[in-house]
């Protein structure tokens, strides 16, 4: 079966239970249709991994390029073991989404090395708002539970 039309969220392993992890979630308010859907992927899985809702951050930030700071911010705090970015740039007609996309991406990703703590890039990169809600709870799965499900699995490292 292709992936396109496949629901991702159907995970392989069982959730893995982490009733003491501290998580942080640092998620965009741009295109807040599909982050709160993502956040509230995110916190399902969490809930499931019997994370305690005391233990999970979570900060707000304008746009998916703040991510960055934000996940930053998260993971140099000692009381959290994981940190879980959620966004979603969706596809227009000029080169922004290629600069915004690269910039989260590399930014994230620097994070996570400079912290050595997973910080899982949940940020969706679509060409259209169809194809994001599919994958923001939609034919796709959800994939803010895909990015929690990565960060308890990650924790095991």
């Known amino acids: 079966m292709s992936s396109k039309d496949k629901n991702l969220s159907e995970f392989d392993y069982a959730v893995p239970e982490k009733p003491g992890s501290r998580i942080g979630i640092a ?5 807040t249709e599909v982050t709160s859907a993502l956040l509230n992927g995110a916190h399902e899985i969490l809930n499931q991994a019997k994370v305690d809702p005391n233990n999970v951050v979570t900060l707000s930030v ?3 390029y703040e991510l960055i700071l934000a996940s930053q911010r998260l993971a ?3 009381d959290i073991d994981a940190v879980i970015t959620l966004g979603c740039v969706i596809q227009g007609e000029t ?7 690269d910039a989260v991406a590399n930014g994230i990703a ?7 703590k997973p910080v899982i890039f949940g940020v969706l990169t679509p060409d259209n708002q169809q194809q994001a809600l599919d994958r923001a709870g939609g034919k796709h799965g959800n994939k803010g539970g895909e990015a929690a499900y990565t960060a308890l699995r990650m924790l095991d490292l």
């Open 76 to 78: 140099q705090r000692d």
């Open 62 to 64: 304008p746009g998916s």
């Open 110 to 116: 620097q994070v996570n090395l400079k912290y050595d």
């Open 95 to 101: 080169r922004h989404f290629d600069f915004i996309c």
């Open 27 to 31: 998620v965009s308010e741009w295109n």
